[in-house]
């Protein structure tokens, strides 16, 4: 099968018939070659941004400055990159000016690891000027040119390399493996939200123990946000089925609190939420199984990541399989207030009585009754338990 979609191939090959070059380049070919379904179909050109907008009929400037423009093509949004080399970095972040340039080679040399500076063309040739092919059969993520000096200047560089290695499931060359050691201090000038884009694809890698050993014994560690000394227990959590499960584990391994890390790598309100569900099941996970309540409380998310990160810290302890915690949730006879049968307005009714705080207790009561099974979830029957236990407390 050829290379791409139907709209990327047809905007390589317009461009191509307007005298320029354009190849496919990124993430997609690299994926493409591990025999991955490959999406995010790059292109890079030899055309100049005002060039590639000449060509095309409905474009939008995405990042101009940078080169890249926006083509749409049959309704598909198709990014055109202009060839461009990266002057001097001051910042280790990102470059102080971009210079567009004629040749795919020069662009191909930016890029930050061999197997990411490949290029496609839409005959199937692969450009390969830096034995990126190589590394990827040997599974080597492998920077190009020299390692400290491409880390020296873009210290997200270093992040990337560990979160490939997650990915998929890479070792780093030596070299490049040495050069994030020696740079390790200059992650702190990357922003949190860059580095918080990168972990996310870290937790959901097929190989994330590896990469977080590597970044403790790179001392990427003591330089991130916030991080745990030791990675061996959040090592023994993997994999992770959610990022919000990684975020958990390195929670716990750390003994942050969920305030800290949302704070540290700006999670969002809801990550946020969910780590201090998990920290309060783990907590109940500490002292016993988890009960009923805890069930009813703890979304069956919130319980899997909690009982996962147990089992790491208690090797050999006795753990509760999944299948165990889904039969349970499903099993219980509510999900939440809303599916009891009665309201506060039926109380009123039966008890003649106006509405206050009475009303709320007795709900949770009820509530709890239902849960427990003392009363079932009727509301004939609960009216009766409710009369019941009204007159026994008067
Ligand atoms: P993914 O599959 O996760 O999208 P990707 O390799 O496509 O991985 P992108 O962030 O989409 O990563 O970047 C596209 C390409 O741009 C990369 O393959 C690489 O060639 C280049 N690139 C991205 N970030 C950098 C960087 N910080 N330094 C040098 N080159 C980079
Ligand atoms: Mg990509």
């Not at 290029?119 to 199937?124: P, Q, R």
């Not at 390692?147 to 390399?161: C, K, P, Q, T, V």
């Not at 959590?237 to 391994?253: D, H, K, N, R, Y």
């Amino acid at each position: 099968a050829d290379f791409g979609t139907a709209p990327s191939r047809k905007v390589v090959r317009q461009l191509e018939e307007a005298g320029y070059e354009a190849v496919f380049v990124g993430g997609a070919v690299r994926d493409h070659l591990l025999g991955k379904e490959a999406s995010d179909f790059d292109i890079a050109t030899s055309a100049m941004p005002e060039e590639v907008k000449q060509v095309f009929t409905h474009t939008i400037d995405v990042g101009i400055a940078h080169g890249t423009v926006m083509v749409m093509m049959d309704a598909e949004p198709i990014e055109v990159t202009t060839y461009r080399t990266e002057s001097t970095y001051t910042d280790h972040r990102r470059p102080d000016e971009v210079n567009f340039v004629r040749s795919l080679k020069e662009d191909l040399q930016r890029r930050d690891f061999t197997m990411n500076a490949l290029a496609l063309t839409l005959n199937g040739e692969l450009i390969d000027p830096f034995g990126g092919m190589e590394d990827l059969q040997a599974s080597k993520i492998r920077a190009v040119g020299n390692a400290s000096d491409r880390f020296h200047e873009d210290a997200l560089r270093m992040i990337r390399a560990v979160r490939f290695s997650s990915v998929l499931g890479f070792e780093i060359e030596d070299q490049t493996l040495q050069a994030i050691e020696e740079n390790a201090a200059t992650i702190k000038h990357v922003s949190v939200e860059r580095i918080k884009v990168e972990m996310d694809k870290l937790w959901k890698g097929s190989d994330p123990g590896k990469a977080l050993s590597t970044i403790v014994d790179t001392r990427l560690s003591i330089h991130l946000p916030l991080f745990p000394n030791d990675a061996r227990i959040l090592s023994d959590c993997v994999p992770f089925a959610t990022t919000e499960q990684g975020w958990s584990a390195l929670m716990l391994a750390g003994h942050f609190s969920a305030g800290d890390v949302a704070k540290a790598y700006k999670l969002s309100n809801r990550e946020k939420a969910f780590l201090s569900d998990v920290q309060a099941a783990f907590d109940k996970r500490q002292s016993s199984f988890f009960t009923i309540d805890d069930y009813y409380q703890f979304s069956l998310e919130v319980l899997i990541a909690a009982e996962k990160i147990w089992q790491a810290f208690h090797q050999g302890g006795t753990g509760i399989p999944v299948q165990e915690m889904t039969r349970m949730k499903e099993s219980l006879p509510i999900c939440s207030k809303d599916d009891l049968k009665v309201d506060g307005k039926d109380l009123m009714a039966w008890t003649s009585q106006r509405g206050g705080r009475w009303l709320g207790e007795w709900m949770e009561k009820i509530e709890y009754a239902v849960l427990h099974r003392d009363c079932p979830n009727d509301a004939e029957k609960i009216k009766e338990w409710f009369l019941n236990e009204y007159e026994h407390q008067k």
